[in-house]
């Protein structure tokens, strides 16, 4: 990780800190509870293999509303 190089001194370590926490938050498997698998007829979540029950949730949530948004249909009419 950019946090470990040792060719980075302690400012700049420091300087990096924020975005390296605002990325590991936000992008997240944890946070997002997984990835869309495009190219199937219907939703499809890939979930990190090590998922917490917390992100096994969030990645059903997400399922959940992707298909109340009719998600898959969408899609195949934008591309149609």
């Known amino acids: 990780a950019l946090s470990r190089r040792p060719d980075l001194g302690d400012t700049e ?15 997240s498997y944890e946070v997002a509870g997984g990835a869309v698998l495009l190219g199937v007829d219907g939703v499809s979540i890939i979930a990190h293999g090590r998922s917490s029950e917390q992100a096994i949730t969030i990645a059903v949530k997400v399922a959940r509303e ?15």
């Open 66 to 80: 992707q298909v109340r948004a009719d998600l898959p249909v969408r899609i195949a009419a934008a591309h149609a």
């Open 13 to 27: 370590r420091a300087a990096f800190a924020p975005v390296l926490r605002y990325l590991q938050r936000e992008f």
